[in-house]
């Protein structure tokens, strides 16, 4: 390879995703400058995907990129924020221009769909890993933190759980299921559809938000833990996709429902007083949402049937050490 | 290894650096809050370290840590900035506890020392690598961009040059010299001075700045390119260390000055009516630098001794690819 880095900068990342007057300069020099909104604060999350952990050695470069910005995406989602600005920590075994293209492409489409932009970074050499650190604004008091869950809140998912652990399953050849399942699973591990719309709705009557990486059973832990509250989760009313009872069956499915990760959906609360206003927003179609269970005095997360009574579950979430 | 991913967070990062008023929500959510100053808009820069790479294999722990938070640092002393926050993205073959305990106590020791907090990131399971985002303000009007330089400017350089890459020549067993001047080059690879608070004083007169990691030549060709002049480099009057004279000579001195890269020193230029102000701070002890050239009508930069004649030199700047 003849390119250096800065050539490989300069044609691969200086125009990618969606260009904006808050952003005064971009990627080229030794920062970026950026003009956050009057009256908001800065919203930050990373998340790093490397090779043969997060996803299959020899994925599409294209798909890596989409999945690495929408993870990240994910995380502004679940704190009401809107996405604006991001860098890419980049390394990579070699400069190869064939896959830098198909990654730009793919970075730059999930840019432009959420209307940010990429402002900086840094490419090493080395085994394949992608780092992105996303910056979004938000007004402050309207920032949907962990810790804001109550007894008596209802909880909420969006979307449908499972197909995230189904998609990598597929992908290591660890479930058969119909051609169009296994499509629509790898769709679904590979540019899950951060649900950054929804997040900016909830801000106006959720208590707490969290989105679905590490399984829907650590993360609600995670609420209950920050908001000092224990949580009944229905497991009968978890929404699971046709696809996902076809391809897994109820039991499999309910399994990674619950401890799969990789689903990237949100997870919230809302109090009384704004049942009224999340249950609109679902009638009309704004939001996908389904209550799954309750915010109760106390510590943890209980699985209960329909009858109310426990059920065992097996693991919870997924864990890198 | 027993411990998870949130408890390892928890223990070793969840108060690492500064505290401050101006960070809303650190470390544990879905994202870190973060207030900028009003006034100022955000600067933001970011860089990798690889081990085997940017430093040798089984280095400590705690050098590291400064090291990777210290490059950082000078990309933001080079933008005028003040540095305020930072996300780590951290991968490690495993959860070394002592590893983890020397890591967080270099990081904090550094980013307290800048009065910066570390504010979220990610761990993961891999090849040790440490990518670090950080983000600081500065009046948008007062920001050093790479590309205000104009012909008649005189360039600077602070401190002194090739004592990174003797520091890396020595880590290596390829440079010989006494005990007091190898501890001195180790103290300038591991633990760069990053100019921030100088940084914060050219603001009033320079016209454009830049931080010196990839070698003062393919630096300074950087502020060239991006502000489409030339410049002279007056080779004799680089600053070398006693130290660096003493174990590399004044020819590989030279080289090591001009292409080693990892000073992070700064370069920048000044026109003449900011002249008096600098020589000034430099009198004080305020600013510690050197006149090294001027920016002149054209492109590239061109070497020249003391009587003005050309100079060849033999390569520049670490290439990654």
């Known amino acids: 390879m003849a390119a250096d880095e800065f050539s490989l900068i300069k044609r691969y990342f200086s125009n990618c995703g969606a260009a904006g007057s808050a952003t005064l300069l971009g990627v080229g020099d030794d920062c970026a400058l950026l003009a956050p909104p009057v009256g908001e604060v800065l919203a930050v999350t990373t998340d790093t995907l490397l090779a043969g952990v997060h996803f299959p050695d020899n994925s599409p470069a294209r798909l890596i990129a989409q999945r690495a910005l929408a993870v990240n995406l994910s995380d502004m989602a679940a704190m009401g924020a809107t996405p604006r600005w991001f860098q890419l920590a980049l390394t990579m075994p070699d400069a190869d221009q064939d896959w830098l293209a198909g990654f730009s492409a793919g970075l730059d489409a999930m840019a432009r769909q959420f209307n940010c932009a990429l402002v900086g970074g840094d490419t090493t050499r080395g085994p394949l890993t992608i780092s992105i650190t996303l910056m979004g604004t938000v007004p402050a008091a309207q920032a949907l933190k962990r810790s804001g869950a ?76 920050a908001s000092e509250v224990g949580a009944l989760l229905e497991v009968d009313k978890l929404p699971l996709s046709q696809a996902l009872h076809r391809a897994a069956g109820s039991k499999l499915g309910l399994s990674w429902a619950l401890t799969g990760g990789d689903d990237y959906e949100l997870c919230f609360t809302v109090p009384a007083n704004g049942l009224a206003q999340c249950q609109r927003l679902i009638d009309t179609g704004l939001l996908s949402a389904t209550p799954i269970g309750q915010i109760i005095d106390g510590q943890g997360v209980r699985c209960v049937d329909e009858d109310g009574q426990s059920v065992a579950v097996e693991c919870s979430g997924y864990k890198h050490f």
């Open 150 to 225: 109550k007894p008596g809140d209802r909880i909420y998912v969006t979307g449908s759980l499972g197909d995230g652990a189904a998609g990598l399953a597929a992908l290591e050849g660890k479930l058969s299921a119909s051609v169009e399942d296994c499509a629509y699973f790898n769709d679904r591990f590979w540019q899950p559809q951060a649900r950054v719309a929804q997040g900016l709705e909830l801000r106006e009557f959720a208590s707490a938000a969290i989105d679905i990486s590490d399984g829907l059973l650590a993360d609600l832990g995670h609420i209950t833990e």
